[in-house]
């Protein structure tokens, strides 16, 4: 498995990878190709396991610590590619044939926010409104994976974008997965 040899900096108020990176970074060797967006990027475990099966990445994250760290991590590991700052598409301009997301997927109520793990007060914020916009950055035959709890009823998403179910763990108190998704008609979605 790539990811298990690759040079990862563990970058402080960086989420540190963990079961959810791990599971997804298996289907982003599985499954990632050609140009690809890494959004949320964190430490790049996801951008740089894509390099280094052969994607040209773009690494994109709200924060720029931890912006910083995926150009580390990515130049620890001899990758040269692009860097964004940016929320979700915000900065984004061409289209990918892959698209990789761990968003924030926790329920959080709490007023002690931490930004890599805060999904809003159902865990769905940024996955809603990544679901809203990710085809109109894919390519014709792009594909999207998205980590997503069983705390956001990933079933949904399955059955209204048509998505493949790939990977699953159980972790603890809650089940992972990563979801395949393609190119929608967004109009079609409504």
Aim: include cysteine.
């Amino acid at each position: 498995m790539l990811y298990k040899n690759i040079k990862l900096n563990i970058c402080r108020d960086v989420y540190e990878p963990c079961e959810d990176s791990f599971l997804l970074a298996e289907a982003v060797e599985e499954y990632a190709y050609g140009s690809t967006l890494d959004i949320g990027t964190g430490s790049g475990i996801q951008g740089i396991v894509a390099a280094k099966k052969g994607c040209s990445v773009t690494f994109a994250d709200i924060d720029s610590r931890a912006l910083k760290c995926s150009k580390l991590n990515a130049s620890l590991n001899g990758i040269s590619a692009q860097f964004l700052l940016g929320n979700l598409f915000a900065n984004i301009n061409n289209k990918y044939d892959t698209i990789i997301f761990n968003p924030p997927y926790l329920p959080n109520n709490s007023k002690h926010r931490v930004l890599a793990l805060d999904g809003g007060s159902d865990g769905r914020a940024l996955i809603n409104k990544f679901l809203y916009a990710y085809s109109n950055y894919l390519n014709k035959d792009g594909i999207a994976l998205l980590v997503e709890s069983s705390f956001n009823n990933y079933n949904n998403d399955i059955e209204k974008y048509d998505a493949e179910l790939i990977k699953k763990g159980h972790y603890f108190f809650e089940d992972i997965v990563v979801l395949k998704l393609y190119k929608q008609n967004i109009n079609k979605i409504k």
